[in-house]
């Protein structure tokens, strides 16, 4: 008999949970920041080449050479992709999506041939410098797996990856310290392989059916697209945070590390999808 009225108790708490989040004052400087990205500014600063390392040593097996630096080069020229990756377009692409993302947050971004015009701005302002990137060539094992009639079948790809590793140096202008603080965060890219378990109840065999989308190189530079893109979002949540430890008391603030979503206008706790510092 109660359950309704129990249930109408339950949905009138959560509502009083939302509302009592909205008007915290961590929510409320969270909401003001964004309100006031158009009064802040970043240069964005980048590297003129990539670090391109092969990690596929075993090519290298046969050759006994022992030099590093000659089986360093024979490992790139015998690379996949690294070989014959582009470095200016690479970096390029990663640069492009970075600032166009970081201008859907309403930042005003300059880039590195506009230095002079934003060391006029006196406050709000920020750089960012793509200190290095990195691109690691290895192979990735991928297992697909399925449990058929109570019995485990697997099978194992080994894939061709590309790492792409990014350093990033942020300072603001508005901190008295002169210290660059340094961050780190790396993605891969892979083949994606395709594949399904076909079970033939008549002969009691599985079989195991696939095809590979063979990763190429402008794939990698759409992948560099992309990581800019999710990577000046790392760098507006690295801001909004830091802006709330900065005035909100320890024992008030929340232990959660908030990302925002600018097209949903939402705020929602991040993970390890962030920029990762490195202490010096």
């Known amino acids: 008999m109660n359950q309704p009225y ?7 708490y959560i509502i009083l ?21 158009k009064t802040k500014s970043i240069l964005v600063l980048t590297p003129d080449y990539l670090y391109k390392t092969n990690l596929k040593t075993y090519i290298m097996d046969s050759l006994g050479i022992a030099d590093d630096e000659k089986k360093d080069s024979l490992l790139l020229l015998h690379s996949y992709f690294l070989v014959d990756l582009n470095d200016s377009l690479f970096i390029a692409n ?16 300059f880039e590195q041939d506009e230095t002079e015009q934003f060391l006029r701005i006196d406050s709000n302002s920020y750089q960012v410098n793509i200190a290095q990137i ?9 297992r697909d797996e399925e449990m ?40 891969m890219i892979t083949d994606i392989a395709d594949g399904a378990f076909d079970y033939d109840i008549f002969s009691n065999k599985v079989r195991y059916m696939y095809n590979i989308d063979s990763l190429k190189l402008d794939v990698l530079y759409d992948f560099a697209y992309r990581l800019g893109k999710e990577y ?14 900065k005035k909100i008391d320890s024992s008030v603030r929340s ?3 908030w990302r925002y979503d600018p097209i949903n206008h939402i705020f929602y706790p991040a993970t390890d999808d962030r920029l990762q510092p490195i202490n010096e």
């Open 134 to 142: 990195e691109l690691e060539e290895t192979l990735y094992t991928y």
């Open 148 to 187: 058929i009639y109570d019995k485990y079948f697997y099978h194992d790809h080994n894939l061709n990856a590309v790492y792409v590793n990014s350093w990033l140096e942020i300072n603001s202008f508005d901190d008295n310290t002169s210290k660059q603080h340094l961050y780190f965060t790396s993605d």
């Open 255 to 257: 232990k959660n590390y």
């Open 17 to 37: 949970l939302v509302l009592a989040a909205s008007c915290s004052p961590e929510k409320k400087l969270a909401m003001e920041f964004v309100t006031k990205a």
């Open 94 to 109: 990663y640069v492009l999506g970075y600032t166009k993302a970081l201008g859907k947050f309403g930042i005003r971004v």
């Open 6 to 12: 129990n249930s109408i108790k339950i949905a009138i």
């Open 232 to 245: 000046a979002a790392y760098t507006y949540d690295l801001l909004l945070n830091e802006e709330l430890d």
